[in-house]
């Protein structure tokens, strides 16, 4: 195995999940609240709206840490090697998994496994497994 010596950022990436891990406890301690960002985007959604100040207040963090980043001298430059019609489908498949879980990646991941949860625990590991089969049967069986 490799490594992209370029690409590789420790400390960014635990500085990254000190971040999350402390606005995940700060809004549960004073909030009361699970940081998963389904169910915050799904509380804007839906009708009547809920709690508004401090789910858009989250989600403007979201989208304003990685501008603050690229300011910062963290140039922000993802690349995806798919086409709209993959992009869109997958985001479609999230969403329904996310409705099928009762929750996401970060709702089960971070916040349900540091409480104990078993249905956490075991719907992090399906879509971390899932995650595992998509990329071999992409790179293995589809050649990408």
């Known amino acids: ?25 700060v809004l549960v301690l004073f909030n009361g609240r699970i940081a998963g960002i389904s169910g915050i985007l799904g509380g804007l959604l839906s009708l009547p709206q809920r709690d508004m100040a401090w789910r858009l207040a989250f989600l403007a963090g979201l989208v304003t840490a ?9 140039p922000i430059a993802p690349q995806i090697d798919a086409g709209w019609s ?3 489908a997958a985001g479609y498949l999230v969403g329904l998994g996310t409705r099928y879980a009762s929750g996401c990646t970060s709702g089960h991941g971070v916040c349900g496994i540091s409480r104990g949860a078993i ?4 719907a992090t590991a399906i879509f971390m497994a899932a995650g ?9 069986v589809f050649g990408g």
């Open 86 to 88: 993959t992009i869109l």
């Open 1 to 25: 195995m490799l490594i992209d010596l370029v690409h590789f950022t420790p400390g960014l990436s635990l500085a990254g999940g000190l971040l999350i891990g402390t606005a995940a406890a």
């Open 66 to 74: 990685p501008i603050a980043a690229s300011l910062l001298g963290q």
């Open 132 to 140: 595992l089969l998509t990329v071999f049967v992409k790179r293995h």
């Open 119 to 122: 249905r956490s625990l075991v």
